[in-house]
């Protein structure tokens, strides 16, 4: 299988063989790999130089190598293929998501109000701080899906916008 | 709370009704059988009316008493006990009605103003307004927060100074009338208001101004019958014009650096005051030696503007060696919760010079592991290596001029290495999303291929 991994600005094609070898931009790669914490953390000894690599954050994939912090991506060749030509099938809705999860302190619009782009629309508190968040569009207000008050996972769609 | 001989329950997750409700923690004071509480440096440490309440409740408050913390903790009450000890002020205002009268006063001050809660503390409720327009939106943010936090919605405003240093003096005084300053901490690395470095010395202060500020704060101590720890703020501009900012009536968040370059144990000493014990050392007899730095290692993503982020930790290693302390809640399966604040660990280097604390400091972090959740170590790592802050010529605007994006020089093989343990991190989490069996045949084949 082969691989396409983004580190920082940094590309490279990793593939992966059936009989376990790997080569890293069409070089074989001799390598000692250790899976030192299950799905977290790799001990990978290459050419005499020994690196550790965590896994901080899955989405996004961030790593700690060795004490640096590297942002990554893979795609895999099926995904390239996949991406090829479906790129950016506009829905022409807009959601605005909790960035983590909170307690919404407010709603400041209604449903089917017209908002200029950096309006509020929630406020959202998370850990004793209070974030306003603002459409990221000039829009009409099509749905808002939780009223104040209530707790939001991360993630959660708190409204929808339609461009207007 | 693992550390802890005895666990109460005082409610549920929500500070309203736990961590901020003084009746029910003065009830478990009285039942558990202890004589003193110490309120920590979040939640209830700086309110008067609980500091009383345990007083009246016949209980030890670890702290200035509640009368020092009524004349101290409203900021513009504060501001003028200040300008009365003959120590110079930033140009302000008293607690404002509402966001129209704030406005006008904000267009007489000159923008950027500063909106800060009265009854405030930690940055809580803080919020630069640089122009008339964005004045309302920025009153309403902070009033929700000053209300959330400290259960006090009103607000007053300061001059914003830019382009200066947060520089800080810890005082100790006893209640016999001895009132000494053990140094000052520069926390001017922030952001939000809140603190992410904190040092001492400060690396741009020098003999004739740190005597300056002991003495101001030492003079609105004395002012204000204070009693145990406290901190004086200022802001310092590079000219060496200081302005009183606050008094933090508790133990501060990074008081281990004073400890570490004092010798002294705050906290022990904080309980010796509030037995009543009087001070057992002189103004002079109080020696400064070597430099230390703490990071505050928070929930926060440095990538994102250092939005919080909650989760569970999946993997903690906390660093050690000479001169590295870590004062710290993290363990490896804990639940960060969104509740509260984000601060996870301190990290605290001491070196014989500022030079050897960085360098300590510097090992510290590349040895330091947290995974599951984005925190601020990457922010720190970089820090440490900034021209400004290795030469010391840093202030408030440090982390607005941080650059995230500026990527750290990989060398071929650790791209490999990185590139591969990527791979196999996004196909271990497919597999575990799809139920298959980990350790996957061709990671054993390389294992062992590897090993032949």
């Known amino acids: 299988m082969r691989y396409e991994v983004t580190l920082d600005d940094r590309r490279l094609r990793v593939d992966l063989g059936q009989d376990g070898r790997f080569t890293v931009d069409d070089r074989v790669v001799a390598a000692d790999v250790r899976e030192t914490v299950r799905g977290r953390q790799w001990s990978i000894t290459l050419e005499g130089s020994s690196y550790e690599i965590t896994v901080v954050t899955h989405d996004p994939l961030r790593l700690d190598l060795d004490g640096h912090d590297v942002r990554a991506a893979v795609i895999d060749e099926r995904a390239l293929r996949a991406n090829r030509g479906a790129s950016g099938a506009r829905t022409g809705r807009v959601e605005l998501r909790a960035p983590m999860p909170g307690l919404l302190k407010a709603v400041h619009v209604k449903e089917g109000d017209v908002v200029d782009r950096d309006t509020p629309v929630v406020t959202l508190e998370a850990m004793k701080m209070e974030n306003e968040l603002l459409a990221p569009i000039r ?10 008050g209530t707790k939001v996972e991360g993630g959660a769609v708190l409204a929808v916008l339609v461009p207007e | 709370m693992r550390a802890a001989d005895a666990a109460y329950r005082i409610g549920p997750a929500a500070p309203r009704e736990s961590y901020l409700n003084a009746s029910r923690i003065i009830e478990v004071a009285k039942r558990s059988g202890c004589d003193a509480i110490h309120p920590g440096y979040g939640f209830l440490s700086e309110n008067a009316d609980f500091a009383q309440a345990v007083a009246d409740a016949g209980l030890i408050f670890v702290g200035p008493p509640a009368k020092v913390q009524r004349l101290l ?11 009365a000890a003959d120590v110079p002020v930033a140009a302000g205002t008293e607690p404002l009605r509402d966001a129209a009268a704030a406005r006008a006063a904000a267009k007489e001050i000159g923008y950027p103003v500063l909106l800060k809660p009265a009854g405030g503390g930690g940055g809580k409720g803080m919020r630069v307004v640089a122009r008339d327009e964005d004045f309302d939106a920025a009153w309403r943010g902070a009033t ?24 800080e003096m810890q005082i100790l005084a006893d209640g016999h009338g001895k009132v000494v300053w053990l140094g000052e901490r520069d926390c001017s690395i922030q952001r939000r208001h809140q603190k992410l470095i904190e040092e001492s010395p400060g690396p741009s202060v020098e003999d004739g101004l740190r005597a300056k500020l002991g003495a101001a704060a030492v ?5 204000a019958g204070y009693v145990n720890a406290g901190t004086v703020e200022f802001l310092v501009e590079w000219t060496g014009k200081f302005n009183f900012l606050e008094v933090n009536t508790r133990l501060q968040v990074e008081h281990p650096v004073t400890e570490m370059v004092t010798g002294l144990d705050l906290v022990a000493l904080q309980l010796r005051i509030a037995g009543g014990e009087p001070l057992r050392f002189t103004q002079d007899e109080i020696t400064r030696r070597g430099a230390a730095i703490e990071c505050r290692i928070t929930a926060e993503d440095p990538f994102a503007g250092f939005v919080p982020a909650s989760g569970r930790v999946a993997l903690v290693r906390e660093p050690a060696g000479p001169g590295i302390r870590v004062d710290s809640a993290l363990f490896s399966g804990m639940t960060v919760p969104s509740e509260y604040d984000s601060l996870l660990a301190k990290v605290i280097a001491y070196g014989r010079d500022r030079e050897e604390a960085m360098a300590r400091m510097r090992r510290a972090l590349e040895e330091m592991r947290i995974a599951g959740i984005p925190t601020s170590l990457p922010f720190h790592r970089a ?6 802050f290795i030469a010391g010529r840093y202030d408030t605007d440090f982390v607005a001029r941080w650059d995230p994006k500026k990527a750290p020089e990989l060398s071929d093989g650790a791209a490999a290495a990185g590139a591969l343990a990527a791979v196999l991190a ?8 799809t139920l298959q069996p980990s350790d996957p045949a061709w990671a054993r084949a390389g294992r062992e291929d590897a090993l032949r």
Do not use: N
């Open chain 2, 219 to 223: 003079r609105i101590a004395e002012r």
């Open chain 2, 73 to 83: 903790g409203e900021k513009t009450a504060a501001r003028r006990l200040a300008r």
């Open chain 2, 426 to 433: 996004t196909r271990s989490r497919g597999e575990r999303r």
């Open chain 2, 144 to 167: 929700g927060e000053a209300t959330a936090a400290f259960g006090a919605p009103a607000l007053y405003l300061e001059r914003q100074i830019t382009k200066a240093r947060h520089v």
């Open chain 2, 383 to 388: 820090a440490l290596f900034e021209q400004d």
């Open chain 1, 139 to 148: 829009g009409r207000v099509m749905k808002l899906t939780h009223v104040s």
